[in-house]
């Protein structure tokens, strides 16, 4: 077989259920673990101990290697097989899992959680990948949707599931809980899924210093922004230097012959404007998330694991929403099913903004987490197939990482300026100042959800797919496939 589908072929046989089983559990286990800390963190720094700025490191380690090395794990995949390098990233998560469960001090664990956005940063670009490959064009929405809606529930569900785990049984559990998982799916990856490569792809080392160096610089900036200040000499050396090397990677993606991550593909209206939106969707998504945990936690008195449950109607509608937006897509067009999703976000943190006061009711809150959950819900999918559409198969892995690595920058930087906006307006001491910085804090959420819903306009419409034809090379994932693939018998 060459890889190709039928354009008529609806139906998701053996090979497309397995990628699409495969793939959305390992996309859960490393969204989780972005913000399933959160929560375990007083557990841990009972038991470990360690300065604050120790503790947020626990978080931020694995956000950093995870943002800078994206490019670079999809970069590999391409040249040396994607199913080979989603089973090595596989292999490298769930051995450092293990070694943060073990972990006996607070500088060991630091460094686990940095091999494990290693692991994650090879793994995760992948996943769109394979499953795209193995899913015929006709039901790539419908899949998508699922994927997406499993790994957006991860992303919105890490501190209840860390609270849970941590309050019931122990910090520990949160990382021994990969284990099973990882050495399960590790084998069933090498039986179940198609071995593929991007023809003539070639390892950019250039391209590769210039976007690892820039994306450090920038996510190391924002993740110690709040520490150490916007204005010292390190977060300020890291936003110039590290935006000096992008803006080098950039340059450097318009003049090379075969770049890591092309810039033609910016010159494509959907790949910049879902690109766009994606960066700000998480801007505003992450930020908040952060703030309304610690809200109703600080100020409405719940324990992490009722905070978890309260916040089920926003977290959990993707479940049910997503695969849904990923039909509607398929029939209609994903444009219009993003922004309405993006709007909808927008409106639900402005909601929040609105309502919130340290006597609010769960009650008065519950109508804007439904809204919240609904957008992010009608979001991920056509998000994830938009992408996935724009560009030609030898691209997709490259496209997956960029978009990624954007999704990743977007959320440390949500986190460091709704964290400052609420540091400048309110702060710790007390509820009402608690309150009086989330406010504002949403209202910037709000605002960034609702640009990228502007954004999400210039992707193109639905057209009406053009008559089958032979695949070949840089045909579109709607036409055909012309990635060198090699496909196991179905299982």
């Known amino acids: 077989m060459n890889g190709k589908h039928d354009t008529h072929d609806t139906a998701l046989r053996g090979p497309a259920v397995w990628a699409l089983v495969l793939t959305s559990v390992a996309g859960f286990m490393a969204a989780l673990d972005n913000l399933v800390v959160t929560t375990a963190l007083p557990a841990i720094r009972k038991d470990l101990g360690g300065a604050l700025e120790d503790l947020e490191w626990t978080v931020n380690a694995y956000t950093l290697t995870f943002a800078v090395l994206l490019l670079f794990g999809a970069a590999l995949g391409d040249r040396f097989g994607r199913r080979r390098l989603f089973m090595g990233g596989l292999a490298i998560f769930t051995g450092a899992s293990a070694f943060a469960a073990l972990s006996p001090g607070i500088d060991e664990l630091i460094a686990a959680r940095a091999v494990q956005g290693v692991g994650a940063a090879v793994m995760m670009p992948l ?24 790994s957006g529930l991860a992303v919105a569900s890490g501190p209840l599931v860390g609270g849970t ?67 010292s000499a390190p977060v300020l050396t890291g936003l110039i230097a590290g935006t000096a090397l992008v803006g080098a990677f950039v340059v450097h993606g318009f003049r090379s012959p075969n770049p890591m991550l092309p810039m033609r593909l910016f010159l494509n209206r959907g790949f910049l404007g879902i690109n766009l939106a994606s960066l700000l969707m998480y801007l505003g998504m992450f930020g908040s998330i952060f703030l309304l945990s610690q809200f109703l936690q600080g100020v409405a008195g719940y324990s992490p694991t009722q905070a978890g449950v309260r916040m089920l109607p926003w977290t959990a509608m993707p479940l049910v929403v997503a695969p849904i937006a990923g039909i509607l897509s398929d029939r209609i067009g994903g444009r219009p099913v993003v922004a309405v999703g993006l709007a909808l976000q927008a409106l639900g943190l402005g909601w929040f903004a609105a309502v919130l006061s340290t006597d609010v009711s769960y009650a008065a809150q519950l109508p804007a987490l439904i809204v919240s959950g609904i957008g992010m819900g009608l979001y991920f999918a056509p998000a994830s197939n938009i992408l996935m559409s724009t560009v030609s198969p030898a691209d997709q892995g490259k496209a997956s990482g960029a978009n990624n690595a954007l999704r990743e920058v977007g959320g440390a930087l949500g986190v460091a300026v709704l964290a400052s906006v609420f540091s400048a307006q309110g702060g710790y001491e007390s509820p009402q100042a608690f309150t009086d910085g989330t406010v504002p804090a949403l209202w910037i959420g709000a605002a960034a959800v609702a640009v990228a819903a502007a954004f999400a306009l210039l992707v193109p419409g639905k057209r009406n797919p053009a008559p089958a034809a032979p695949a070949a090379v840089g045909d579109t994932p709607e036409t055909g496939y012309a990635t060198s693939a090699k496909v196991p018998a179905a299982g």
Do not use: C
């Open 165 to 231: 785990l941590t309050e019931h049984i122990s910090w520990q559990w949160i990382f021994w809980l990969n284990v099973p998982i990882g050495l399960a799916l590790i084998p069933l990856a090498r039986l179940k899924l198609a071995e593929s490569t991007a023809p003539n792809s070639r390892l950019d080392a250039p391209g590769t210093l210039l976007i690892s160096g820039g994306l450090f610089g920038i996510v190391y900036a924002l993740v110690n922004a709040n520490a150490h200040g916007w204005t």
């Open 127 to 150: 996943t769109l990948t394979l499953l795209t490959a193995a899913v015929p064009p006709a039901r790539r929405g419908m899949a998508l949707g699922i994927f997406s809606a499993v």
